[in-house]
């Protein structure tokens, strides 16, 4: 697995790790079996960033936390863990994650700050937490370039992470330029745009009930169907480098900047491996500007 050094931190992470939104059930019901499986493979092929942040799914990331802190137990050292929490009472948060997840520390704990005006208290407990070890690095999760600049100057903030595919780039327009002229990494959450860069989405129907596509407007019919007007001149690069789309996406991303790292989730072992095969995969200059032109920020219909 390539690795990076990202950021100004010293964080030294493969370049994808592995997201928990598949395996908590948003995009379909997912087998604990296969998701135990899939964690423990990912940890094999290298894919050792694992976050366990489900934002909008705090019910469920209790059952998740169990699992990877199972699933890594022995090998907890090769690993990297991200979780993400409310500013609330961080503290509570953090020792809760820490009995559930096995372990005597989070390597890279993120708060989501959302509307919150306070944002130099929540940091500076977190500061406090890591001074105690429990903490080892401290992020966030999509601040605005507003919030980044003030937790930062509060305690170095390693890792910020967002949404960020060729299907949403609002990201380029001011939060990764603040992140950078910070020396913070990025974590880019739902880089494959919740499985619509796989070309496998064609309707909505596909979708099982409690889908979390569902609620998204993207994916409504008629968005959808405008939207898939997008992915011809992928699907013709991909072929011509005859690589998946899934992995012309990564690749993509992964060729933004040695500061960004891809976070896919899947609850598939066959699809951690596709993932992970884009590490490989080496996107000449002249197609990626030819995807960032086909993709353009205000592209996508909502």
Known sequence: ?????????????????????ALAGAY???????????IRHAVELGVTLIDVSLPGLESRRNAVER????????????????????PERPERS???SLRRLRTDRIDVYSVHLAGQARVE????????MVADGKVRRVGLCAPSPSQLRRAHAVHPISLVSSEYSLWNR??????????RELGVGLTACRPLGRGFLSGRILSPAQFEAGDHRLTDPRFHSENLMRNLRLLPTAENFAAQLNVGLSRLALA???????????????????????????????????????????????????
Not at 2 to 20: Q, T
Not at 31 to 36: C, L, N, V
Not at 170 to 179: N, T
Not at 261 to 273: D, F, N, W
């Open 170 to 179: 609002r990201v380029e327009e001011r939060l990764l330029p603040a992140a």
């Open 94 to 96: 953090v020792e809760a």
């Open 252 to 302: 993509w991303l992964l060729s933004r900047g040695d500061d960004v790292v891809a976070m896919p989730s899947t609850r598939s072992r066959i699809h951690l491996e596709m993932n992970a095969a884009a590490a490989k995969v080496r996107l000449p200059p002249e197609i990626g500007d030819a995807l960032a032109a086909a993709f353009p920020t205000q592209a996508v219909t909502h």
């Open 121 to 128: 208290e929540a940091i500076g407990r977190l500061a406090a």
């Open 67 to 86: 699992m990877v802190g199972k699933a890594v137990n022995g090998r907890r050292d090769e690993v990297l863990l991200v979780s993400c929490g409310r």
């Open 28 to 38: 379909g019901k997912a087998d604990p079996a296969e998701s135990f499986r899939t």
């Open 1 to 21: 697995m390539l690795v990076k050094r990202v950021g100004g931190s010293g964080l030294v992470s493969p370049a994808i790790g592995l997201g928990s939104l």
